[in-house]
Structure formats: C-alpha cells, structure tokens
C-alpha cells in the first residue's frame, strides 16, 4: 500500500548518486513495495531505503528521511490495496490545458507521487513502470485524492 510521507532528504548512493529535488514540495506517497531497512529516526522520525524500480537488480536504493514515525509508515504500507487497479485521469502529453484520460494503473507498479509545483492542491505527479518503461504522468488528483482511491475506493478532494 502507499503511505504518505514528509521527507526531509533524498539521497541516491553510489553511482546513482542523486539528490531528488523538492521544488514541487516535500510531501510524497510512496510504494511500500518499495521500502527497505525501515529505521527509527530521532525517536519521533524514520529513515529508510527506498527503490525506484523493483524489478531493475541494476538499481541502487535511495535514503530516505521522513517526519513521520515508523509505526505510522508501516500501518500504512501493511494495509490491501482496495483493489489491485486504480483508475487515474492523467492529461495528455502531461499538459494540464488538454483532455485528461481515464487511465487504469497497477496499484503495485507505483513507485511514488508528489505534488504538481504550478498547483499544489490540485494535481500531482505520478511515477510508475509499465511493461519495464518508468512513466512519470501529470494526473488531475491531489496526492490525497490518490491516497484515498487506492486505500478505499473513494476520491477525496481535499
């Protein structure tokens, strides 16, 4: 299941040695398909390792650092998908001024989501793999809205 998460870093190790940027914010719902070496932080924080694509042996894991504890992380990432699909509307060409299109996702092939820097509330960026291909697609749900579907079926719009 994903779980929503405040993170304070982001850091690739070795070759894949990148930084994500937290332009578009700091908030992200990650995949715990995804997560690794779940660590208490500062007592009231986590760190962990976090993988882009499970299903590349090539891929070195991110560490992660998040505000939220361990036990909310993991209360979150052990609950079942409401369904193993997820219908998301995501516009085409990843521009926000065309027709967005009713798009079925695997619920387990989204790595994370964050928010849309041109409109925090309103839209939020979805990465997943799909036939071994990384798509990162603008979709017209807020990362609650995504939360909510995937967890119970039901969109939120706050």
């Given at each position: 299941?994903l779980?929503?998460?405040?993170?304070?870093?982001?850091?690739g190790l070795?070759k894949?040695?990148?930084i994500?940027?937290?332009t578009?914010g700091d908030?992200f719902l990650l995949?715990?398909?995804?997560?690794n070496?779940?660590?208490?932080?500062?007592s009231?924080k986590?760190?962990?390792?976090?993988?882009?694509?499970d299903h590349?042996?090539r891929e070195?894991a991110?560490?992660?650092?998040?505000?939220?504890?361990t036990?909310?992380i993991?209360?979150?990432i052990?609950k079942?998908?409401?369904?193993?699909?997820v219908t998301?509307n995501?516009y085409?060409d990843n521009?926000s001024?065309?027709?967005?299109?009713?798009?079925?996702v695997?619920?387990?092939s989204?790595?994370?989501?964050?928010?849309?820097?041109?409109l925090?509330?309103?839209?939020?960026?979805?990465?997943?793999?799909?036939?071994g291909?990384?798509?990162?697609?603008l979709c017209?749900y807020?990362?609650?809205g995504?939360?909510?579907?995937v967890?119970d079926?039901?969109?939120?719009?706050?």
């Amino acid at each position: 299941m994903l779980t929503k998460v405040t993170l304070s870093k982001w850091e690739g190790l070795g070759k894949d040695k990148r930084i994500k940027d937290t332009t578009n914010g700091d908030t992200f719902l990650l995949n715990g398909n995804r997560i690794n070496g779940l660590l208490v932080r500062a007592s009231t924080k986590s760190s962990l390792m976090f993988v882009d694509n499970d299903h590349d042996y090539r891929e070195k894991a991110a560490y992660l650092e998040a505000a939220e504890t361990t036990t909310a992380i993991t209360t979150d990432i052990d609950k079942t998908w409401n369904s193993a699909m997820v219908t998301l509307n995501f516009y085409t060409d990843n521009d926000s001024t065309k027709t967005a299109v009713a798009t079925k996702v695997n619920c387990e092939s989204i790595a994370y989501v964050y928010k849309d820097a041109t409109l925090p509330t309103g839209r939020s960026w979805v990465v997943f793999y799909e036939g071994g291909k990384r798509r990162e697609l603008l979709c017209n749900y807020s990362i609650d809205g995504i939360f909510s579907l995937v967890d119970d079926g039901n969109l939120t719009t706050s």
